[in-house]
């Protein structure tokens, strides 16, 4: 492993619908990760794409009466808008129509073909477009034609047998495939995932990952024989009328994107990745076939899988016939991007199902983003410009002991310097597990404390009193100071705004020394907090109409 980079993936994004919320959350994820890593002196690869080569996408394309590239160029820019309006900071956008990645695929075809790992085959299945795959009876649930309500029990000409994801019945195709011997792979992904027993996050998921292969496996399709669109498998060995099936194309793509480029120069370093972002529905696909397929390709598996947890919104499955698709860009220009970055990543851990309340969302920002940090924030400011204050680190402040007596947990022998690292060493750990929750939670939680400190102190009534300036001094050093600990480990959520913090508190360029790699060394250093003016608030509270 290189440790000075960090390569990470966002989820297969389709290119026949514009990203919604949903899928702003698997790459707000990532986004926030890849900010913590790069701040960390990691270079950084951080990939986001759409998959093109799809049956969904050639028929989308003829309900709005276009051609299939015009269409594809049309949604590739939407999808790009959305993530640029978000301020996601990837650094490749990749579109599996792109010719490097043609080539690629159909040189892995040629190795996997040439090791014995694909074979040819006629075959009858059921086909569900929606999910791309091929399904069983047991992947099924049964509906009332009338009612559309699941049943326990098919009634013949009452029920019908539908994918229980996009309520519609696959297609029964009967055709000559090219097929992937994963069965060949069995044992040595079972060997794989005991060697590496943290390859799928969180636990229970990886279970039932080793649970299904350990079960048995089953061969899969690379190839359809009727699709007139995608990448033709290479002639020869291959019949040059079939195109590769969509995760044998689209999987590659990770592997695509480490390819020597103009900006990157040579991208290789960076395979194998780092970490991989997908929702709990693909899982199978990303932990089962993609690492028996980079095998057999004769590439490096990635070192980690993160699965995300599918949302509802007030309730309901995230539908457009229900009307409750929410635009993130719309979301976050009506509100504001640090509102649905909170709201997404403090409200439930990344592994659980959980549902989106906008009233909710609102408090939680002005619950913590407006009446914590950005009340402690003005505190310090007012009452500093009020004397004309600089504020400096000494000695004596920084390693002073500790007798607050709000903070119960902090013994009288601890003194701040010693809280600050054991602060950012827990933090420094849950970045490294992606506990994003944790970090948020812990870090409101010292803002909290600092918070009723400010109110048991009162330093706006000891300003009054030219005895206690000094002392006064001390505690807005000392608030300033955990507002500037609490930062460094906030930025990578909300870079934008804790860059203006620190400018309020008059650290300067500290953001540019952040994204120089300084983070180790911000964290130990000792501050002059230089206020010189009054600024707006950092963080307006919304109403909740």
């Known amino acids: ?31 926030t990760i890849a900010r913590y890593q790069k701040i960390n002196g990691k270079k950084v690869k951080f990939s986001t794409w759409v998959d093109e080569n799809s049956q969904k996408a050639i028929q989308k394309a003829e309900e709005l009466g276009m051609e299939i590239m015009p269409y594809l160029d049309m949604m590739a820019s939407k999808h790009k808008a959305v993530w640029d309006g978000l301020n996601i900071e990837y650094t490749d956008f990749i579109r599996t129509t792109e010719q490097r990645h043609r080539d690629l695929v159909q040189k892995v075809l040629k190795i996997c073909r040439k090791r014995g790992d694909i074979y040819e085959w006629v075959y009858e299945w059921m086909y569900c477009i929606g999910c791309e795959a091929f399904k069983k009876d047991d992947d099924l649930i049964h509906i009332d034609k009338e009612t559309g309500l699941k049943v326990e029990r098919p009634v013949s000409g009452k029920t019908k047998a539908v994918c229980p994801d996009h309520l519609t019945e696959p297609q029964k195709i009967k055709e000559k495939n090219y097929f992937f011997r994963l069965s060949a792979y069995q044992d040595f992904l079972l060997d794989f995932y005991t060697k590496n027993p943290e390859f799928v996050v969180p636990q229970d998921r990886f279970n039932e990952v080793i649970a299904f292969v350990k079960r048995g496996l089953e061969d899969f399709s690379i190839s359809r024989e ?9 002639h020869p060995p291959f019949d040059e009328n079939q195109v590769a099936y969509v995760w044998f194309d689209a999987l590659f793509n990770y592997v695509t994107v480490c390819k020597e480029n103009q900006e990157w120069k040579d991208d290789s370093k960076f395979w194998p990745a780092d970490l991989h972002i997908v929702g709990k529905d693909i899982i199978k696909f990303h932990a089962i076939y993609w690492p028996a397929m980079l095998k057999s390709a004769g590439y490096e598996l990635p070192h ?22 929410i635009d993130p860009v719309e979301f976050s220009e009506k509100y504001s991007k640090d509102l649905l970055t909170l709201y ?42 009020k ?10 402040i920084l390693n002073q002991v500790v007798n607050f007596p709000i903070w119960s947990e902090w013994s009288v022998t601890t003194n701040l310097k010693s809280v600050f690292i054991n602060f950012y060493n827990n933090v420094k750990e849950w970045y490294e597990n992606y ?29 009054k009193y030219e005895s206690k300036q000094e002392e006064t001094r001390d505690i807005l050093f000392t608030i300033a100071e955990w507002l500037r600990q609490v930062g460094l480990a906030l930025y990578p959520f909300f870079p934008e705004k804790i860059a203006e913090m620190f400018v309020k508190l008059g650290l300067e360029k500290y953001a540019e020394r952040l994204e120089k790699w300084e983070l180790e060394k911000l964290i130990s250093e000792k501050p002059t907090f230089e206020i010189k003016e009054k600024w707006e608030n950092l963080f307006n509270r919304i109403e909740i109409l």
Request: without cysteine; neutral net charge; glycine residues 4%.
């Open 344 to 385: 997404l990543l403090s409200s439930f851990n990344i592994w659980q199902d959980w549902d989106f309340d906008e009233k909710q969302a609102i408090f939680t920002y002005n619950a913590k983003l407006a009446n914590n940090l950005g009340n402690l924030v003005n505190r310090v400011v007012v009452l500093s410009l």
């Open 387 to 396: 004397l004309w204050w600089i504020l400096k680190s000494s000695k004596d």
């Open 226 to 234: 009727t699709n007139t669109f995608g990448i033709p498998l290479p």
């Open 1 to 31: 492993m290189n440790e000075d980079k960090f390569f990470i993936t966002t989820p297969i994004y389709y290119t026949n619908g514009i990203p919604h919320i949903g899928h702003s959350y698997s790459s707000i994820i990532a986004d």
């Open 435 to 463: 506990n994003l929750k944790l970090i948020l939670d812990e870090s409101f939680s010292f803002l909290d404390k600092l918070n009723k400190f400010a109110d048991e102190k009162q330093p706006w009534q000891m300003i």
């Open 304 to 325: 980690q899988i993160l699965t995300t947890w599918f949302f509802t919104v007030n309730g309901q499955k995230i539908s457009k016939s229900l009307g409750n698709v």
